[in-house]
């Protein structure tokens, strides 16, 4: 029997319970790519992402041939797709893993209820999650809205998954048409400025594994407090591989699980910690989907928001706003596709707070820039960001971008590497170079003024938060 594989966002063999349960099965298998981003909704993937996938689909297109069942890619829609190659290659099954993107959810229920009724075998699985949103609820049936109480539930539930290796060799099926090349896609960018990423990036199967390789060797040991250190190679660097599904989350934890020891509790700790924040934000988008461009607390959705001139949205995209730790993050994002989590937590806050510009405006950028752009952890890190989410930094809580450098990166390393104009002032003038008017050089005088000044920014935001909560 045949059994076509549809991959999609689980980029990988191993640990891939769609394709163990295709070939556990002794199906013949069919593995096939569609791509069809306009059925995708707020899940339609931006350029950056695009890069990306360009170079993961060549891996796995890779893996595949080695095992005799090459990638079968096509351009959608995706159930007139299915039903031809199923139609051509005479498949009785079809089996995926299940992606929470809302319009993506959608699609995917209609594509299984239509393929069952022409008679399939289909099954979808989860290969990306600890566990499915929907098994997550409160004593009383509903979602969890707060991480700490969905933390404290969810985590028992956690359980480690045997590891799956795929097969040298993979029982094939040759009828059918064969697709096109990753390349006909046209996904990749044109003019090339994704060719900085790549000294940053391996994308593909092999390239996360080497990644957790890296992590556990060196990062996990100063994890929980090196996590907020920008200048410093300190995260496991992971999340475009799990966005991609390059690798199970399981498998992540459970390599990290078994490096515990006395000495790393603590980092082992704080680290599934925010595997359980992505896993927080998967639930959230499921069960509360409107909120990729709805607030979650309604309260804000009478906010005096600002909308940015095209002048100062270009001054964000070039990264020359003026305030260093944000430019020096916008340009790391420009360059690499990826921005530190604490410098995204101050670029939010700057744009939501002292530039009062409503969330969606820096989180649309972030959706077209980011390598690891996710609808799930983009929508909850920028509702966070910007107190309107579920679980969020309160509104009046606002970072201070200079205090901020001077705290995490306080030798001004991070600043002078994506900000060169500011290398050869002192470190304490690179956080805020208008305070230290004596201490410029010729080269950091070309650095542009504030775009807002933090003080005045900062009074602005909270009487629009005062003056909104009195109209509520
Ligand atoms: P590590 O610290 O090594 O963490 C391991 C994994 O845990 C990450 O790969 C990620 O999958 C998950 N994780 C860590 N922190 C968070 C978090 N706060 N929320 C959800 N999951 C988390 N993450 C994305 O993957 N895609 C996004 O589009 C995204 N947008 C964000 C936007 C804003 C405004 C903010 C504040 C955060 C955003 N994050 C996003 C979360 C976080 O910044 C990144 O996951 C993290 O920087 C990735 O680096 P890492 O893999 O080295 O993380």
């Known amino acids: 029997p045949v059994a076509v594989v549809w991959f999609r966002n689980d980029l ?33 993937p931006g350029a950056a992402s695009d ?14 041939a080695r095992r005799g069942t090459p990638l079968r ?30 319009a993506v959810e959608a699609r995917d229920a209609r594509v299984k209820l239509a393929l069952r009724e022409d008679g399939l075998t289909v099954r979808s699985f989860n290969g990306s999650l600890m566990v499915e949103p929907w098994s997550v609820e409160t004593g009383q049936g509903t979602p969890y809205r707060v991480f700490t109480p969905y933390w ?9 998954r045997e590891p ?68 410093q190679t300190s995260t496991s660097r ?36 925010e595997l359980g924040w992505r896993e927080f934000a998967h639930h959230l988008l499921h069960h509360f989907p409107e909120t990729v461009s709805a607030n979650f607390n309604k309260r804000f959705d009478g906010f005096p928001w600002q909308t940015p001139s095209s002048e100062q949205w270009r001054r964000v995209e070039e990264g020359r706003t003026g305030i260093p730790l944000v430019d020096a993050g916008l340009r790391e994002l420009w360059h690499t596709g990826w921005m530190h989590n604490r410098v995204r937590m101050v670029v939010g806050s700057c744009l939501t707070k002292h530039l009062r510009w409503h969330w969606q405006h820096g989180a649309r950028w972030f959706w077209d820039t980011l390598v690891d752009a996710d ?70 005088r070309t650095y542009p003024a504030p775009l807002v000044s933090l003080a005045e920014g900062r009074e602005a935001a909270l009487a629009a938060l005062a003056a909104s909560a009195r109209r509520n």
């Open 164 to 231: 799956w290796h795929v097969p040298d060799r993979l029982l094939a099926c040759d009828e059918g048409p064969s697709g096109i090349p990753v390349a006909a896609l046209g996904l990749q960018p044109s003019p090339r400025w994704d060719r900085t990423f790549w000294d940053a990036w391996n994308p593909g199967e092999a390239g996360a594994h080497e990644a957790l390789e890296i992590f556990l060797e060196g990062t996990l040991d100063g994890y929980a407090d090196g996590r907020d250190r920008p200048a």
């Open 51 to 64: 890069a990306w996938r360009t170079r993961s689909l060549q891996q796995l297109a890779g893996s595949l």
């Open 152 to 160: 404290r539930s969810a985590r028992p539930r956690w359980r480690e």
């Open 375 to 444: 609808l799930a952890n983009n929508t909850l890190g920028w509702q966070w960001v910007a107190g309107t989410g579920a679980d969020a930094a309160p509104y009046f809580r606002i970072f201070n971008p200079a205090t901020q450098a001077a705290r995490f990166d306080p030798d001004g390393i991070y600043i002078a590497r994506w900000v060169p104009e500011l290398a050869g002032i002192p470190a304490k003038a690179r956080f805020a170079p208008w305070q230290h008017p004596d201490l410029l050089d010729e080269r950091s």
């Open 12 to 44: 990988r063999l191993a640990d891939n319970p769609a394709l163990a349960a295709a070939v556990d099965a002794g199906y013949a298998v069919v593995p096939v790519y569609v791509h069809a981003p306009e059925e995708e909704g707020a899940g339609a």
């Open 238 to 273: 992971l999340s475009p591989h799990l966005h991609f599904g390059e690798i199970a989350p399981w498998r992540i934890h459970a390599a990290v699980h078994a490096a515990r020891s006395t000495a790393r509790e603590r980092h082992v700790d704080t680290f599934a910690k």
């Open 73 to 102: 890619i096509f351009k959608g829609p995706a159930l007139a797709t299915l039903r031809a190659v199923v139609a051509s290659t005479g498949a009785s099954a079809m089996f995926w893993n299940r992606r929470y993107e809302p």
